[in-house]
């Protein structure tokens, strides 16, 4: 792949591209946060599972 091509491939990505409508990004927000919450209660399970069973 040359670096013509590649810039082609970065230029129509621009062009598809469009910004996010205000309630598109806070659904996105709510929908990251949400995520890192249950990741976050996962983690902190496991580890007092660790904790209480002593290793």
Sequence with gaps: ??????????VRVLQVARKPSKDEFVTTGKMSALGIFIIGTIGFLIFMGFVIIGL
């Design 1 to 10: 792949m040359d670096i013509k091509e590649s810039f082609r491939r970065y």
